[in-house]
Every structure is written in structure tokens, then in C-alpha cells.
């Protein structure tokens, strides 16, 4: 068959119709040769005098002008982030004759350590050239006043004063503001990718963390240029004109400074996180992560020591706990779960069961404890709620299920982005059968919905989650995106952001809201509520649910007190809270590491939140007024 | 005696499967390239040192290629395509990013394109396709045809990398053409492709290809950024004049108003230093280059090594013409080096893996029936 077809074929006219169309394609590449050479003709020929007289005139160039970025307040006015004058030292490399000799008497003038030496040599090599470059930040004012002394010996270099970025509350506000730092290779990648090359010729930082990095379009501002006149080496001669840069914008925060301080100051020695919402549109009123550490070594750029001592340190003072510290969520989720009970006919608000100190399935020999040994008796959801009680949630977790927990919590926000304003922000996980099937390759067993009946076992939720899902509790089911930002400055007056709202959490049954709000309210106003010790002699109302997040699994048949357990592996201390009861002005989230119980150690430091917030304001507003830029109405 | 020493080195090339012509077409060339190199790198011998490297790494795979027999490429073709398209695929997923686009591999001890090797074995798999039936091809196997060249040109297009996805395009559209490609296909593809031209603009261009063009379009509206390249390229080659001004002596190049000057933009600097006497020499040696591979594939005995042939040297005139189209404001700026003379870059080598296809092509023993 295929011997055939071979036969069949005419090769004669095959080669007659390669060698036409050969000889086509000939006629094509000497017609657009052709037109390459027109065109030469017309660049070469015919407009060869215009262009000479732009060539020889073409000592004009264009130099891109890095815009101001823009400043950072808090929301009463107070400066977070400003730009300081400051000196760096430039070069021409072409303008300096021997520069090894040059570089060795410049380090020992200005006595520089041999890693900035070692940066020095790399930004010459790197070097275009004629164009000045920079070799050393911000210069000291000796070390100003010593090279302008020695100006003389040292032609092709001088010293320009430009602006630095500085944060002046240091460590207090670094994983809200992040830093800037010196643009790298990816920098320069994802710019590019954006279409800004042009917009960053001359910009030397970029937002590497936090508010800086995730509103670093709305801060840069845009390029100016100006065209300058170069003589025949491409020295600058005179400026021509100028097109002025626009500055970034001025942007205001929802953080309120000193609330951020007074939570350092409490929060000292402390592994964990504190963040502070206006519960009824979610804004942000402060967010500290401890520990910290100081921004501004970034933007001067970090020794390498310096950065290995940072990353090397196991407390991880680099990450932003608020935002990316993923934990159980314990006993804080236990309202959520009532609530769903309720909404579900699962339970009732009357009904009871009986606690005898564990939770058994029929016919299965494993006791789930409670945390309390001899069992709370007879309790209500109500009661569950305020004393913490972990058998009544297990068996509300049991009826309910965990496809039905699962669907309910997401609407809550758990496993999903709260897309606050942080790139850093990670999702925690909302457990499901899809989810443990791909993960671990197995089936969903009962026993993991009991855990997640007391928010642990797989569940996992950063604070800012679960911040978030107190106020969708205490707004009938409207979650707000937290916001850090309030607005941007626009000529001395404020311009707020729009605030976002996911769709409400539908309820049949509005009044169910109000019970949970009332269970919470009784944790810290009843004597037997778990939070009650920590609020005593409040002078607010206040609501709030304590939490204790197990990390180590007891066996079946030891006593948790006899067995001693190493640090990192200790409970972590969980307390969410709000105040005043009625109309709340603020809510609290607090997460310690591997600190105890959360009613005795966490929820006392909501309370010292609430009580400077609320009862200290006079004094506070006092010293606001000497410090803030007033904002027009 | 000078007779025999002429055939004797004739049938020494032949050995080498060298073709003379090709080989002095294309050391020019590359000498022409050094030359412009060392000018417009500042005079940086250190460049030289290491184009020099890549040469001779190009003309040692070269040599590599030419030595293969020629019914072993058209065994493998098809293979690594395959092959390729599926490490495109792989690109797609755990691809490396570098420079804003998505294009590499990382192998552990180097960084590897796979579009690269596609550019040779797109138009040799289509070569190997339409040489299985006679001439002119069906309605089906044209069909066919386009889809194995689409099908890579778009997910290289994806990374984003337009430049090799045109080349890739045209490779596999030049071996339709010369296999016989009905005047009325042709026709009506050309139509469909240019009412394409939206539905790219608005679903497949990232927004920084988008700027190119508007930026060709209007070059004053980015005075920072390619628009103000594009007219220093201009000012470059206009007053270079009819004699050029002299090597190293370009003020364009040499104050540095031209961007990229070694690599992209190398052509403003020769026409700059060179003028339009030196243009119209390079474009000689260009097409003589392009003349002797439509030759080789004319004489060639078999269809695939034809259209192999005939769509590898049409490709590098594609190159010849996007590049110098683009540094003069004909058209938009697509990332294409003027081949074999400017500074560095993968595609040198298959460039030169490419010619060695030719000259193996070009050396083949002749088979005296089919």
C-alpha cells in the first residue's frame, strides 16, 4: 500500500512546485529588503541633516526625578512614617582616575567597615556609565563635614542630599507599617510586569512589608524628568526644564499610636499578638506582634549579621503573628458553634445535658475530657458557654456534623483570607472531608468532628480571623474586610475609604444572636464565667469568651497534672472580648504563646486594653494634642 | 596542482559536511559582530572574551548538527516535539521566572528554554508531516499543520515571550508555504488572523506589551522609556549618514543615548558608525546567507529536507527583518536580536544548531534512484 503511494507520486512536479515557491519566497525577502533599505534612505539620506543637527544637538538628556513618597499618619494625626533629610555620597565612575586608590582613601577618611566596602566596589561595577551612582547612604555629619574638608582630593565624588525614609515608633508599629528597602531583582521583575519601569527609573526603594508594601502604588507617586545639557563626556552642564514628580500620597491609618504603645508596654516579654478593632465597621485600631523588631535597619540596609541574628532568633520576631500565627482557636469558637446549634433545631435554649467530666460515643471506649475532671453537671448552652464546658460542644459538634460545621464556619471567614490590608496574611485552614481526603489521603473519622466541637484537632485560624468573626457575632452576621487604612490626606483634609461588607450570615431567628451576646456577656459578669476573675470591678460592661488551646495530647489514662511539659509545647492563652456590652466601641483579641490559660492570662490583658482605651481617654487625648497635624473638615 | 588542491579541500568540507559558502557567509557575519560588539560595549574586551566563548560553542554544535544523518532527524522529529510541548506544558507550572516571564526550567545545574528547542523541531515536524503525503497538502493535513504550529506558539506566547513565539510561527508557517499552501488558504487565513488581532489586545497581551505598542504608536507618550529609545535609535541611524561616522566614533552610541546598545539596538550602532554604505553591505551578506540556504534546500533530493531546509533560512530572515524593522520605528519593539551579531543570548546556538542542520542537508550523499 504504502510501496504504492510512493509510486504514485510525481516528484518532478513536487520539486517544479518547492522551487516556485522558493523562488516566491526569494521575491519576498528582496521586496522587504527593499523596504528596510527605503527606509535607510529616508533615515540616511533624506533626513541625514535633521538628524546630524539632533545628533550634534544631542547633548540633551533625559533624567528621571524620583518622586517624594507619600507620608503615613496615624488617625489622630500623629506622623508614622515620615522622610528625613539625609546624605548620601554619589559618583561618576568615568570622572575619577585611579579609583581602587580613590576607594581605599575614601575608607579611611570616612572609616567605613568592610562590608559597605565590599558595596561600595559592587554599585561601581554595576555602574552605568556617566550616570552618577550612589556608594554610601546616609552619611553621618562628620563624616559630611570630613569629606566636604577633603572635597579636593576626591573629584568625581560628591555629596547629595536626598531624603530617607524613618520610622520614629521603631519596633512598636513594624509588622502594621512593614519597611522599605533597596529595590532587588524581583523588585525590578514585578515592575516590569506591571508596566512601571518608567514610573521607578529613579526610585531607589520600594515597600517590602506590611502597609508599605501593600498601598506601595498609592505612596510612590509618580516620575518627573528633567532634560539637561551634557558636554561631549556626558558631564552635566545646565538644566533645561524641569517636569516636577508627583508625590505619593499621604495616607492615615485606623491605628491609634499611643493604644499601640500601651500595648508594647504591656505586652513586654510575651510571645504573641494583641489587635484591637472598632467592632462595628472593623477598622483596625491597633495590631502588635511580639516580638519585634526595628525597621529601620532595613531601610538602611541590614548587615548580614544583623539579618541572620533576626532569622536565626526561634521566638521569629519576623513574623507577623496578628496575620500569619495560625492556631487552634480553641474554646473562642464555642459561641459560633451554639449558634449554629440553635439556628440548626439541634439544641434548644433550654435544653440540657448531663457532663460527667467526659464525652463517650455509644459503643466506642475512648472519653473525650472535659477540661474540668468531675464534669459540670447539668448544663444548658448558655451555661456551656460562660463556664467553657467541652462535653456540651462535643456532642453539639457530634449531631451537627462536620459538613454543616464546615459550610456555617466558612461564612464566618475561617480558612479564607480576611483580605485585610497586608500581603503577609495567611488563611489558617477550616477542615472538611474534601480537605483531609487530598491532604492526607483518608476519610473523615467521628472523633475529628468531636475536636473540632472545642476548636481544635485540624481547625486552625490566625487572630485577625477570629477578631473578625466576634464582631460578624456582635453585627448580627455582617462581616466587614478590617481595615488598617482610614483614608489618604488631600490637602490637609481627610478622604475616608469606603468600607466593604461581605453578605450577611442569614439566621432564621434574630433573637439567637442575642443569646449568644448574652452567654458571652455572663462569661465576664457571672461569677462562675471563666473571664470573670479578670474583669472584677470593671467599671464598663463588658462581654467576652476565654480559650485555652491545647498542644500536647494527654493519653487516655495520664493525669495532666502530673506530667510536666516542656515550654513550646505549653497551652496557648486565647481570649477575645468587647465593651461596652450595649453599643461596643472596641473589641480585643489576645493570643499568647504557650502561656497557660486563657482566662488567667489572656483575658486580663484584654482587660488592661479596654480599661486604657475607655477610662484613660482625657489623659491620652491630652498628649495627642501636641503631638498630631490637624486634619481639615 | 591548484586544481587538485581545490577538489582535495572540496572533499575534505564534504567529509566535514561543511558548506563552504554558508561557512564564509556566516564567519563574516559574525566577525561583523564582534567589531560592533567591541564599540558599542565601551570597548569592553571582556565582552568580546565572552561572545567569542559563545561562538565557539555555537559553531561546535554546529559542526555537532551537520554530522547527523539527515533521515535520523526525520526519524526523531516528531518525538521531541512532543517532547518540547510537553516541557512548555512543565514551564507553565514549575517554570523558573526571570525577567518577568515564565520561560525557564531549572535543571539544578542550569537554567534551560525549552522554547529553544522547539524553534528546530516545530518546522522540522511539519517538514516530517508534510512529507509523508505528496505535494501540494490536502485541506486536512494543512489543517493539522497549523495546529502543531499553534499549539506550541501559544503557550510560548503565554510566558510571555512574543518575540520566540513569532518565531516559532513563522518557522512552521514558511514550511506550509514552500510545501504548496493553496494561494486561497492563505488568503483567508490572513484575514482571520489580522480580525485575531482584538481578541489578543484584549485577552492575551500583558499590560506591559500593550505599552510596546502604544508606545510604537506614539513615542512621545513614554519620553523615559521605549518611545524615547526608539527615537534615539533614529537620531543613531539617520545621522550615520551615507559613510557612517567611523568605528568607536558614534556619539550616540559612544554618550550612550542608545539603550541596549550590544544587544537589541547593535544595529543603530553599526548604521551609526558604518552609514548606509555599511547597511547595504550587511544586508548583502544577510541575503547571501539567506540565497545560499534557499539554494541548498532547491538541490536537496528529498521533500523534508526541502521545506526543512527552506523554513530554517526563512526564519532568520525573519529575525533580520523584526530586529532592524524594530531599532528603525518600522515596527513595534518584540524582543529579537539581530541574529549572529548581537551580544550574547541562547538563541545564538540554535541558530547555529540550525545552519548545521542545513549543512547536513547541503553535504548529503545523493542517492542515485528513489
Same mark, same amino acid.
Given at each position: ?61 533625559? !533624567? $528621571? ?5 507619600? @507620608? ?123 508596566? +512601571? ?27 518627573? %524628568? ?22 505619593? =500620597? ?10 499601640? @504603645? ?16 472598632? $467592632? ?18 532595613? !531601610? ?6 544583623? %539579618? ?35 439556628? %440548626? ?119 485577625? +480571623? ?15 474586610? $478590617? ?74 489514662? =495520664? ?44 483575658? $486580663? ?29 | ?42 570597548? *569592553? ?60 526550567? *531549572? ?156 544587544? *537589541? ?106
Amino acid at each position: 500500500m504504502a510501496k504504492r503511494r510512493q509510486a504514485m507520486r510525481d516528484y518532478t512536479a513536487e520539486d517544479k512546485l518547492f522551487l516556485r515557491r522558493a523562488f516566491i519566497a526569494a521575491c519576498l525577502v528582496a521586496v522587504i529588503f527593499g523596504v528596510l533599505l527605503l527606509n535607510m534612505y529616508q533615515l540616511q539620506i533624506v533626513s541625514f541633516e535633521d538628524y546630524q543637527t539632533r545628533a550634534d544637538g544631542n547633548r540633551i538628556k533625559v !533624567v $528621571p526625578i524620583a518622586p517624594n513618597r507619600g @507620608l503615613i499618619y496615624d488617625r489622630n494625626g500623629v506622623l508614622l512614617a515620615e522622610n528625613r533629610p539625609s546624605f548620601s555620597l554619589r559618583m561618576v565612575k568615568e570622572q575619577i582616575r585611579e579609583i581602587d586608590d580613590t576607594v581605599a582613601e575614601l575608607s579611611e577618611l570616612l572609616v567605613i567597615n568592610d562590608e559597605q566596602l565590599q558595596e561600595i566596589r559592587d554599585s561601581i561595577k554595576n555602574a552605568r556609565r556617566f550616570q552618577p551612582v550612589t556608594i554610601l547612604d546616609n552619611l553621618n555629619e562628620e563624616q559630611v563635614a570630613k569629606f566636604s574638608a577633603q572635597q579636593h582630593r576626591f573629584s568625581g565624588m560628591f555629596v547629595e542630599a536626598g531624603l530617607t525614609r524613618y520610622y520614629p515608633y521603631a519596633d512598636a508599629l513594624t509588622h502594621v507599617l512593614g519597611y522599605i528597602a533597596k529595590i532587588n531583582e524581583q523588585n525590578l521583575e514585578s515592575i516590569a510586569l506591571r508596566g +512601571q519601569t518608567s514610573n521607578y527609573a529613579a526610585t531607589r526603594f520600594i515597600g517590602k512589608q506590611g502597609i508599605e508594601r501593600y498601598y506601595e502604588d498609592r505612596l510612590h507617586g509618580s516620575v518627573g %524628568y528633567k532634560q539637561v545639557e551634557v558636554d561631549n563626556k556626558g558631564r552635566e552642564l545646565r538644566v533645561l526644564s524641569v517636569e516636577e514628580p508627583i508625590p505619593g =500620597e499621604d495616607l492615615v491609618l485606623n491605628i491609634d499610636v499611643q493604644l499601640q @504603645l500601651f500595648i508594647q508596654s504591656i505586652m513586654r516579654e510575651k510571645r504573641g499578638s494583641v489587635v484591637v478593632s472598632d $467592632p462595628s465597621i472593623g477598622q483596625i485600631l491597633a495590631m502588635f506582634s511580639n516580638p519585634s523588631y526595628d525597621p529601620n535597619l532595613f !531601610v538602611r540596609g541590614i548587615s548580614q549579621k544583623a %539579618y541572620n541574628k533576626l532569622i536565626q532568633n526561634t521566638d521569629r520576631p519576623l513574623l507577623n503573628r496578628a496575620v500569619q500565627g495560625q492556631y487552634p482557636p480553641a474554646s473562642l469558637i464555642k459561641p459560633h458553634l451554639a449558634l449554629l446549634g440553635l439556628e %440548626y433545631g439541634v439544641i434548644s435554649e433550654n435544653s440540657k445535658i448531663h457532663d460527667p467530666g467526659y464525652y463517650q460515643l455509644p459503643e466506642v471506649s475512648h472519653r473525650w475530657r472535659d477540661w474540668k475532671k468531675t464534669g459540670h453537671g447539668h448544663v444548658d448552652v448558655k451555661y456551656s458557654i460562660e463556664v467553657s464546658c467541652d462535653t456540651f460542644f462535643y456532642e453539639l459538634a457530634y449531631k451537627l456534623g462536620i459538613d454543616t460545621i464546615h459550610e456555617y464556619m466558612t461564612q464566618f471567614g475561617f480558612g479564607l483570607y480576611t483580605e485585610i490590608d497586608l500581603v503577609e496574611e495567611t488563611d489558617g485552614n477550616m477542615p472538611s472531608r474534601g480537605w483531609k481526603q487530598a491532604r492526607f489521603n483518608q476519610p473523615w473519622y467521628i472523633g475529628d468532628t468531636i475536636s473540632i466541637g472545642i476548636g481544635q484537632g485540624y481547625w486552625t485560624a490566625t487572630p485577625i +480571623q477570629l477578631l473578625n468573626s466576634l464582631n460578624t457575632l456582635l453585627n448580627d452576621g455582617v462581616r466587614h474586610i $478590617p481595615q488598617i487604612l482610614r483614608g489618604s490626606l488631600s490637602q490637609g483634609s481627610l478622604l475616608e475609604q469606603g468600607i466593604s461588607e461581605f453578605p450577611p450570615i442569614s439566621v432564621l431567628q434574630p433573637r439567637h444572636w442575642e443569646h449568644v451576646r448574652e452567654s458571652m456577656r455572663d462569661t465576664v459578669g457571672l461569677p462562675h464565667g471563666t473571664a470573670y476573675g479578670a474583669y472584677r470591678n470593671a467599671k464598663y460592661s463588658s462581654g467576652g469568651k476565654t480559650g485555652t488551646a491545647q498542644l500536647f495530647t494527654v493519653g487516655q489514662d =495520664e493525669d495532666v497534672d502530673e506530667i510536666e511539659i516542656a515550654d513550646y509545647l505549653k497551652d496557648n492563652a486565647m481570649y477575645f472580648g468587647y465593651a461596652p456590652v450595649d453599643i461596643p466601641e472596641i473589641s480585643v483579641m489576645v493570643a499568647l504563646e504557650n502561656a497557660g490559660g486563657g482566662g488567667s492570662n489572656a483575658a $486580663p490583658l484584654a482587660r488592661q486594653v479596654m480599661d486604657y482605651y475607655l477610662l484613660d481617654r482625657t489623659s491620652r487625648d491630652a498628649t495627642i494634642a501636641q503631638q498630631k497635624v490637624k486634619f481639615n473638615d | 596542482m591548484t586544481n587538485t588542491a581545490s577538489s582535495f579541500l572540496s572533499s575534505l568540507l564534504q567529509r566535514l559536511h561543511i558548506d563552504a559558502w554558508l561557512m564564509v557567509g556566516l564567519i563574516v557575519l559574525m566577525g561583523t559582530g564582534l567589531v560592533t560588539i567591541y564599540s558599542a560595549g565601551g570597548e *569592553d574586551i571582556g565582552l568580546i572574551h565572552k561572545q567569542v566563548t559563545r561562538l565557539g560553542i555555537g559553531l561546535a554544535v554546529m559542526f555537532f548538527c551537520a554530522q547527523i544523518p539527515i533521515h535520523f532527524y526525520r526519524s526523531i522529529a516528531p518525538i521531541f516535539y512532543l517532547v518540547g510541548v510537553f516541557l512548555l506544558v512543565a514551564v507553565l507550572f514549575i517554570g523558573v521566572e526571570g525577567k518577568g516571564a515564565q520561560r525557564w526550567l *531549572d535543571l539544578g545545574f542550569m537554567r534551560f528554554q525549552p522554547s529553544e528547542i522547539l524553534k528546530l523541531f516545530v518546522p522540522m515536524t511539519i517538514a516530517w508531516y508534510l512529507s509523508q503525503e505528496p505535494l501540494p497538502p490536502k485541506l486536512k493535513h494543512v489543517l493539522i499543520g497549523f495546529l502543531l504550529v499553534l499549539i506550541p506558539a501559544l503557550f510560548i506566547a503565554r510566558q510571555p515571550d512574543l518575540g520566540t513565539a513569532l518565531l516559532i510561527a513563522s518557522s512552521g508557517l514558511f514550511a506550509l508555504f514552500l510545501a504548496g499552501l493553496s494561494w486561497r488558504i492563505i488568503t483567508v487565513s490572513t484575514v482571520l488572523a489580522i480580525s485575531f488581532i482584538p481578541v489578543m489586545w484584549f485577552f492575551l497581551m500583558k499590560a506591559y506589551q500593550k505599552q510596546r505598542v502604544i508606545t510604537f504608536l506614539n513615542p512621545e507618550s513614554d519620553p523615559l522609556g521605549a518611545g524615547y529609545h526608539i527615537i534615539q535609535s533614529k537620531i543613531a541611524i539617520g545621522s550615520g549618514g551615507i559613510s557612517g561616522k567611523g568605528w568607536l566614533k558614534g556619539s550616540q552610541s559612544q554618550l550612550e543615548f542608545l539603550p541596549e546598545r550590544h544587544t *537589541d539596538f547593535i544595529f543603530s550602532v553599526f548604521s551609526e558608525e558604518f552609514g548606509l554604505i555599511g547597511v547595504l553591505l550587511l544586508l548583502a551578506l544577510y541575503g547571501f546567507i539567506i540565497v545560499r540556504g534557499l539554494i541548498i534546500a532547491g538541490r536537496s533530493q528529498f521533500i523534508f529536507c526541502k521545506l526543512l531546509a527552506g523554513s530554517i533560512t526563512l526564519t532568520f530572515f525573519v529575525y533580520v527583518f523584526v530586529n532592524i524593522g524594530m531599532v528603525s520605528g518600522l515596527l513595534p519593539v518584540v524582543g529579537v536580536p539581530l541574529p549572529l551579531v548581537s551580544y550574547g543570548g541562547t538563541s545564538m546556538v540554535t541558530l547555529l544548531a540550525g545552519f548545521g542542520i542545513v549543512m547536513a542537508v547541503a553535504t548529503q550523499k545523493k542517492v542515485v534512484s528513489r
